[in-house]
């Protein structure tokens, strides 16, 4: 059964969060140590400050209101998602995953533009924000997958495309090979490619330059992904009782993967890093990276690509080519890993190219 579904955070859950941020117990800090120790103290209080005093989640919760919204129960867990209908009744289903630590918050820009052309369902991951927490082991990007396509199917759509980034990229990718029936093609902005000395292949200096970024980011695991990975729990405890936590937690992500010249605002970020503290699902989000597997999974559908300058990593054309039917590919000089949110113009045009230049703007 699907349902309609309404934002309303408990005024008692507000004011907690308020009387949290009040109380904050505060580190000191090495002096001139800017971001060599991690996030700045000054920058966090600044934005803590500002999440109490001056940031209004009525006003965001009642934009995200004017949005349709639904939740379903699928595999015994609710999955909350948004449904936008093209006016064009025959438009095709588009279905846009995010990723970590972003949610269906990240796709707020390109809905307008891209449901000209096609009708979109935003889910939020399993264990993310409304569609959490998750109390049982097991679910991974193929299970997430699983769901989706389980969910599209209960929407009436025998056709569609699926689009991610991060691990919504990942998520995509299965969906792509567990349904490929069904799903048209995929289209992402984040696609890591390892290196291969096997491979057999000429790369140019370019190519090389980013595999000697991969290698650097193999050698050097980031420490939130480490955390998450192995002890989702554990870090678990700190983000879901102090707010200053969580907010760190994100706002780094959001500082150190996004292009300078096109930030996420501190309304956006902060929205965002609600989410997580009002649904209480720092740990049952960080559960995904132990649960996703360490492979990429086969995807045989038609694949889209879009490398923004300023990603994680940049994917090699020739290594992702021995893996995928790829059929379109940009590079952008503009934009990082929060694509949706700092470039939408960009990615929400790149989307619509791929799918309507493949010959797939039909619905089935």
Not at 225 to 242: H, N
Not at 275 to 301: D, K, M, N
Request: with cysteine.
């Amino acid at each position: 059964m699907i349902q309609p579904f309404r934002i309303d955070i408990p005024q008692a859950d507000l004011d907690d969060l308020t009387d949290r941020l009040a109380r904050t117990r505060w580190p000191n800090e090495v002096a001139d140590a800017g971001w060599e120790y991690g996030f700045p103290l000054a920058r966090l209080k600044e934005l803590a400050e500002y999440w109490r005093t001056g940031y209004d989640w009525r006003a965001h919760e009642a934009e995200l209101n004017e949005l349709p919204h639904f939740t379903t129960e699928i595999d015994g867990q609710r999955i909350h998602f948004v449904h936008v209908r093209s006016p064009k009744p025959d438009a095709l289903a588009l279905i846009l995953t995010h990723g970590w630590p972003g949610s269906f918050l990240e796709f707020l820009d390109v809905i307008e533009p891209l449901s000209r052309d096609f009708h979109l369902v935003i889910p939020s991951i399993p264990g993310y924000g409304f569609s959490g927490p998750t109390d049982r082991r097991g679910w991974d990007i193929v299970r997430v997958a699983r769901a989706w396509a389980e969910l599209m199917r209960r929407l009436g759509y025998e056709r569609y495309g699926a689009q991610g980034g991060d691990l919504g990229s990942g998520i995509s990718l299965a969906l792509g090979g567990l349904a490929p029936e069904q799903v048209v093609g995929v289209h992402v902005n984040y696609l890591p490619t390892r290196p291969d000395p096997d491979a057999g292949i000429h790369l140019s200096a370019a190519d090389e330059a980013r595999l000697d970024k991969v290698r650097e980011l193999m050698a050097n695991r980031p420490p939130y992904q480490a955390l998450q990975s192995t002890t989702p729990q554990t870090i678990g405890y700190a983000l879901t009782d102090s707010p200053v936590g969580q907010l760190a937690w994100i706002a780094e992500r959001f500082a150190h993967w996004t292009d300078p010249r096109s930030p996420v605002g501190d309304d956006r970020m902060l929205t965002d890093v609600s989410l997580y503290w009002l649904t209480a699902t720092a740990a049952s989000s960080a559960r995904l990276h132990r649960e996703a597997p360490r492979r990429q999974e086969p995807c045989p559908v038609p694949l889209g690509v879009a490398v923004f300058a300023h990603d994680i990593t940049q994917p090699v054309r020739p290594l992702a080519e021995r893996r995928y039917d790829i059929r379109h590919w940009s590079e952008f000089e503009r934009g990082g890993h929060f694509a949706a949110m700092e470039v939408p113009g960009l990615l929400a045009q790149d989307i619509r190219d791929f799918f309507l230049a493949t010959g797939t703007s039909h619905a089935g």
